[in-house]
């Protein structure tokens, strides 16, 4: 799957997107926040308030607890603050 | 009549008067025009500041404001409804965003308009990063803002 890296979370990690493969135990989208943070010291810097940050799958919001079953992008970011 | 709402997610400046004059222009149906215009101020905080940068979520953007324009036309009576949403680098005075709703009565315009920049201040995939004399930093979100859409909520 696609993820992608919005505002203050992609400049911690570097990256605008890239493609993962998580392994099968990985099933939620808050779980998938903890395997990336889990994968070096950027991502660990980026994911280290997990409540704070906001997700959405194929452009669609979602919370933490959303299966990533099937998801084809996940994008991460802080909240919002447009308008 | 289906109304279609315009949505345009943009880099440049818009004409404001030009867009409320596009809802009513030609229409004998139309009986109330709202607007709302967000500019860039030259201050955050009490500090001066040179521009704000806005970043997007290409292709969430849309979609996000879509869903929201569609509830809006499902819960008033629009005649008209255009969103525009800039983004990139954007000087204090320049224009950000607009709403404009067109009904055949006020209450309704102004509703739609007000629920619209609600969301769009707390669900649109924008984020806005402040340029000034101390560097630059992301503006953080608000929790009035939260409040301010919540309100919305059908209970």
Same mark, same amino acid.
């Given at each position: 799957m696609k993820l992608k890296y919005f505002a203050w979370v992609r400049e911690r990690i570097g990256k605008t997107e890239e493609i993962v493969e998580p392994p099968a135990? !990985?099933? *939620?989208v808050g779980e998938l926040i903890g395997w990336l943070a889990a994968r070096d010291d950027a991502y660990a810097y980026a994911f280290e308030?997990? *409540? !704070?940050i906001r997700a959405a799958i194929d452009h669609a919001h979602v919370k933490q +607890? @959303? @299966?990533? !079953? $099937?998801?084809?992008e996940i994008a991460f970011f802080p909240p919002m603050t447009g308008g | 009549m289906t109304v279609a709402a315009t949505i345009r997610i943009q880099e440049p400046d818009f004409d404001v008067a030009q867009e409320i004059a596009a809802l009513s222009k $030609?229409? *004998? +149906? !139309?009986g109330a025009v709202v607007s709302f215009s967000g500019i860039c101020r030259g201050s955050e905080q009490g500090e001066p500041i040179a521009a704000l940068t806005l970043e997007h979520y290409p292709g969430m953007a849309e979609a996000e404001i879509s869903r929201h324009a569609d509830e809006a036309l499902a819960r008033w009576p629009l005649q008209g409804l255009t969103i525009i949403h800039r983004f990139g680098r954007i000087a204090p005075g320049e224009n950000i965003v607009l709403v404009v709703t067109a009904s055949a009565h006020r209450q309704a315009a102004f509703e739609a308009a007000e629920f619209l920049m609600d969301y769009l201040k707390t669900n649109a995939p924008f984020w806005k990063r402040e340029e000034s004399a101390r560097g630059t930093s992301w503006i953080e979100a608000r929790d009035h803002d939260d409040a301010a859409a919540a309100r919305w909520t059908k209970s």
């Amino acid at each position: 799957m696609k993820l992608k890296y919005f505002a203050w979370v992609r400049e911690r990690i570097g990256k605008t997107e890239e493609i993962v493969e998580p392994p099968a135990e !990985v099933r *939620t989208v808050g779980e998938l926040i903890g395997w990336l943070a889990a994968r070096d010291d950027a991502y660990a810097y980026a994911f280290e308030k997990p *409540t !704070v940050i906001r997700a959405a799958i194929d452009h669609a919001h979602v919370k933490q +607890d @959303a @299966a990533i !079953v $099937g998801a084809r992008e996940i994008a991460f970011f802080p909240p919002m603050t447009g308008g | 009549m289906t109304v279609a709402a315009t949505i345009r997610i943009q880099e440049p400046d818009f004409d404001v008067a030009q867009e409320i004059a596009a809802l009513s222009k $030609g229409r *004998t +149906d !139309v009986g109330a025009v709202v607007s709302f215009s967000g500019i860039c101020r030259g201050s955050e905080q009490g500090e001066p500041i040179a521009a704000l940068t806005l970043e997007h979520y290409p292709g969430m953007a849309e979609a996000e404001i879509s869903r929201h324009a569609d509830e809006a036309l499902a819960r008033w009576p629009l005649q008209g409804l255009t969103i525009i949403h800039r983004f990139g680098r954007i000087a204090p005075g320049e224009n950000i965003v607009l709403v404009v709703t067109a009904s055949a009565h006020r209450q309704a315009a102004f509703e739609a308009a007000e629920f619209l920049m609600d969301y769009l201040k707390t669900n649109a995939p924008f984020w806005k990063r402040e340029e000034s004399a101390r560097g630059t930093s992301w503006i953080e979100a608000r929790d009035h803002d939260d409040a301010a859409a919540a309100r919305w909520t059908k209970s």
